[in-house]
């Protein structure tokens, strides 16, 4: 199951690993369009499409539960998120309270209870985690205060939760992208191209497929004895 997978980092980590031999369970929240082209293009690895607002929580143990409710689930990745930049002092109280709330709500409080019920229904057997954070959990970035907290807070749940569940057989691992190129990105890069590509040694930003590959990597077996570690995606561009 791979949340937010209608565009972007979600639809290539869906697309790689139907290449590699998984079915895939797509989830969308409000883009129809594209969650359907994200199922064609999955073919017959696509094992259902399913809307869920994430922003709401309680919605995540419903789409837990419709997903489940199809098949054995041995896989889940926390994609889904909301990057909404913020003047921490000079936005008003409405505008703090409603980014707060959205931001971990769907960056953070969804994963935990699509976590939790991963768990128990991996049951003895087993399965795997995955949640896709951020750069900027480990860096933190102005105008993103709110943003960074959601995604260092998912990484510490990865780490937290690695050493937690270990001994279920269950692998919690993550991975950290720096600036992608995406719809959700490409605003901020399209104003700052030129600094952006200076702080990156690489010589260019990262793409969804970048992602795709560390994500595919760390949920086959090759990484089964790594859980717990979160792989910056980010062309050398921050370490830690």
């Known amino acids: 199951m791979v949340t937010g997978s209608s565009r972007g980092i979600g639809r290539e980590i869906a697309l790689r690993l139907a290449k590699d031999g998984w079915r895939v369970a797509a989830h969308y929240s409000a883009n129809e369009g594209e969650a359907l082209e994200t199922q064609r293009m999955l073919?017959?690895?696509?094992?259902?499409?399913?809307?869920?607002?994430l922003a709401d929580p309680t919605s995540a143990s419903k789409l837990f539960k419709a997903v489940a409710?199809?098949?054995?689930?041995?896989?889940?990745?926390?994609?889904?998120?909301?990057?909404?930049p913020l003047d921490f002092v000079g936005s008003g109280e409405a505008a703090l309270a409603?980014?707060?709330?959205?931001?971990?709500?769907?960056?953070?409080?969804?994963?935990?209870?699509?976590?939790?019920?991963?768990?128990?229904?991996?049951?003895?057997?087993?399965?795997?985690?995955?949640?896709?954070?951020?750069r900027v959990g480990f860096k933190g970035e102005a105008g993103a205060a709110l943003y960074a907290a959601s995604k260092a807070a998912l990484i510490n749940l990865t780490r937290s939760l690695a050493v937690e569940l270990a001994p279920k057989k269950i692998g919690v691992f993550g991975i950290a992208p720096g600036w992608v190129e995406t719809a959700?990105?490409?605003?901020?890069?399209d104003e700052r191209k030129e600094e952006i590509l200076s702080s990156i040694p690489a010589g260019r930003v990262a793409s969804p497929g970048d992602c795709a590959?560390?994500?595919?990597?760390?949920?086959?077996?090759?990484?089964?004895?790594?859980?717990?570690?979160?792989?910056?995606?980010?062309?050398?561009?921050?370490?830690h």
């Open 184 to 189: 959700m990105a490409r605003s901020g890069m």
């Open 43 to 53: 073919g017959k690895r696509a094992s259902g499409l399913y809307r869920a607002d």
């Open 213 to 239: 590959a560390a994500a595919a990597f760390l949920l086959s077996e090759d990484a089964a004895y790594l859980t717990g570690v979160v792989i910056d995606v980010n062309g050398a561009s921050y370490f």
């Open 98 to 134: 409603a980014n707060l709330n959205r931001t971990f709500a769907v960056n953070f409080e969804s994963p935990v209870l699509l976590a939790r019920a991963a768990c128990r229904h991996f049951g003895t057997r087993g399965g795997k985690i995955l949640n896709v954070c951020s």
């Open 69 to 84: 409710s199809d098949g054995e689930l041995h896989a889940l990745v926390n994609n889904a998120g909301v990057y909404m």
